[in-house]
């Protein structure tokens, strides 16, 4: 296996700060990548993106393959030209999905049929058809298609049951990624990260963590987390997980978002970690102030504050000299831009804490 990563400085014990290619560009680590499930991450051109230190975006495969579809994205020149992100795009596999709508899909060995919540119709998603779709939407980084379960309600039967199907879905990713991009430069050729599940279980995880490393793909995701199992859960594999990571390949923590987490997270050992929770949030007013503190833009106390959301801040919303008073009119009233300017600041707030890292 290649070396994929470069570590430029080793931050704490288990942390580090780094860099790795793609086919289009360098990838600064640690990094916080926002979710543009249907194209562009919502409510935000591409340049406002940019201007918060976002360096890559996931896009969302599933949802994608809906509507418009990944044929109609690839006849427009792939999600690039389409969304207008110019930057390295990453998607996931749609195997979030297989939890997300749960009661609207089925899982047997070929693959997880979805029933659409919308309309009812039917759409069979396997290892080879994720493979096929991300390849056709153009993104610089693919996910292989897993089997993410709940861990609330979870027996260790289900847990091991997921595991085992991952991992053998993993091998038809591989062999369809392979099969697809035989005839690539390696300039030319997007990343394959193959996925660690294991739920809660510590030694399914490394096993999990092993099979995936002695394999070839190109990075390593680690699934199945931040799904309802708790912090000191997620915390404790994580921390397992630390000292076992191959220091060739990057390592990216699917679905996490919340400050304390990415903290923790790139602490030990991540370096790229994804989430709509900033800017989801942002679109309901909720952003973050000093020291993680949350801010509920639309309270009435705001109403006649001057100041911006928090003094300081280096972010276009805040250094354009917005107040909370005016963004919080702007919620009150319904108009979209509050969410977009919001949206700015908390991105450009979990942006400054992956800068931090690497400037230790």
């Not at 911006?308 to 919620?331: K, N």
Request: glycine share 10%; proline share 4%; hydrophobic share 35%.
């Amino acid at each position: 296996m290649a070396q994929l990563f470069t570590e430029l400085r080793r931050v704490g014990k288990y942390g580090r700060f780094g860099r790795f290619e793609t086919r289009r560009g360098s990838v600064l680590t640690p990094t916080f990548m926002p979710d543009g499930t249907r194209g562009v991450v919502k409510s935000l051109l591409a340049e406002q993106v940019a201007s918060t230190g976002v360096q890559v975006v996931l896009a969302n495969t599933y949802h994608l393959h809906l509507q418009p579809g990944e044929k109609v994205i690839k006849k427009l020149g792939g999600l690039h030209a389409f969304g207008g992100w110019q930057g390295p795009i990453l998607t996931d596999s749609g195997g979030f999905q297989v939890f997300s709508l749960g009661k609207h899909t089925k899982v047997t060995e070929d693959g997880v049929q979805f029933t659409d919540p919308v309309n009812g119709d039917k759409h069979l998603i396997t290892p080879e058809s994720s493979i096929q779709i991300q390849l056709d939407l153009g993104a610089d980084m693919l996910v292989a298609f897993d089997h993410l379960i709940g861990l609330d309600k979870a027996s260790a039967e289900d847990v091991k049951d997921a595991f085992e199907r991952t991992h053998r879905w993993l091998e038809r990713c591989m062999a369809e990624f392979k099969r697809l991009t035989s005839g690539m430069k390696p300039s030319e050729r997007p990343l394959l990260f193959g996925v660690v599940q294991g739920g809660l279980d510590l030694d399914l995880r490394k096993k999990s963590l092993e099979l995936v490393q002695s394999s070839d793909v190109d990075g390593i995701a680690i699934g199945g987390l931040s799904v309802g199992e708790g912090q000191a859960a997620m915390f404790k594999v994580l921390e397992t997980l630390a000292p076992l990571y191959d220091p060739a390949r990057p390592r990216f923590l699917l679905g996490v978002g919340e400050p304390s987490d990415l903290r923790f997270a790139y602490e030990h050992g991540i370096d790229m970690a994804d989430c709509v929770l900033p800017t989801r949030n942002a679109r309901h007013g909720s952003v973050w102030g000093k020291n993680d503190k949350q801010i509920n833009l639309t309270n009435a106390q705001y109403s006649e504050d001057p100041l911006p959301i928090v003094e300081g801040c280096d972010c276009f919303t805040c250094a354009s000299g917005y107040s909370r008073a005016f963004l919080r009119h702007q919620f009150r009233v319904g108009e979209p831009l509050a969410g977009s300017l919001a949206s700015i600041h908390n991105l450009r707030y979990l942006e400054r804490i992956c800068e931090t890292y690497r400037k230790k």
